[in-house]
T-cell receptor
Framework: DQQVKQNSPSLSVQEGRISILNCDYTNSMFDYFLWYKKYPAEGPTFLISISSIKDKNEDGRFTVFLNKSAKHLSLHIVPSQPGDSAVYFCAARSDNYGQNFVFGPGTRLSVLP | EAQVTQNPRYLITVTGKKLTVTCSQNMNHEYMSWYRQDPGLGLRQIYYSMNVEVTDKGDVPEGYKVSRKEKRNFPLILESPSPNQTSLYFC??????????????FGDGTRLSIL
């Protein structure tokens, strides 16, 4: 059973609009969450992270929201740009499990010009 | 340029023929890790290492070995590859900061096909 879920395999958004990518997790022991972006034929690159003691973290056009009670986090991209088209992975870890990172299956975002 | 380098990038081989995928980083990172990416499953952690001579199992370690004799290198060894190990493999590294919450830097991947 996947501990980190991204239930939307794909998402299409118009350029300039908001992109919202969702991630749900089942393990309440997770205390740190990260988002990675991946282009074809490249490795994932780190985008933004959030600790479980916060409910929001912002970096430029990217904002991550964490709802611990719902075990849900989301990544907002505003405004969306064609260069944001990529696969986005949500990842989680827990201090109780050392450096074991658990990734979701990814969501493919397409930003249409 | 700071980078994680994997070799080879592509490999087609046969069942049972031992193979090694090398991974090297030039950022003096303590932490290194191997993942495999399969459709619908995302990245699953195979093994990780917190420092030289320290390795731990991830979620899917069966059929794999690793070693960490030097800080910069973390090879992935398939002693007797099988077709279910056909996958896209990524190596990653990071610093180990307070709480260990440092983002990882990934290599560009190695696509393995085991016939």
């Amino acid at each position: 059973d996947q501990q980190v879920k991204q239930n939307s395999p794909s998402l299409s958004v118009q350029e300039g609009r908001i992109s919202i990518l969702n991630c749900d997790y089942t393990n309440s022991m997770f205390d740190y969450f990260l988002w990675y972006k991946k282009y074809p034929a490249e490795g994932p690159t780190f985008l933004i992270s959030i600790s479980s003691i916060k409910d929001k973290n912002e970096d430029g056009r990217f904002t991550v929201f964490l709802n611990k009670s719902a075990k849900h986090l989301s990544l907002h991209i505003v405004p969306s740009q064609p260069g944001d088209s990529a696969v986005y992975f949500c990842a989680a870890r827990s201090d109780n499990y050392g450096q074991n990172f658990v990734f979701g299956p990814g969501t493919r975002l397409s930003v249409l010009p | 340029e700071a980078q994680v380098t994997q070799n080879p990038r592509y490999l087609i081989t046969v069942t049972g023929k031992k193979l090694t995928v090398t991974c090297s980083q030039n950022m003096n990172h303590e932490y290194m890790s191997w993942y495999r990416q399969d459709p619908g499953l995302g990245l699953r952690q195979i093994y990780y290492s917190m420092n030289v001579e320290v390795t731990d199992k991830g979620d899917v370690p069966e059929g794999y070995k690793v070693s960490r004799k030097e800080k910069r290198n973390f090879p992935l060894i398939l002693e007797s590859p099988s077709p279910n190990q056909t996958s896209l493999y990524f190596c990653a590294s990071s610093l180990v900061g307070v709480g260990g919450n440092q983002p990882q830097h990934f290599g560009d991947g190695t696509r393995l096909s085991i016939l």
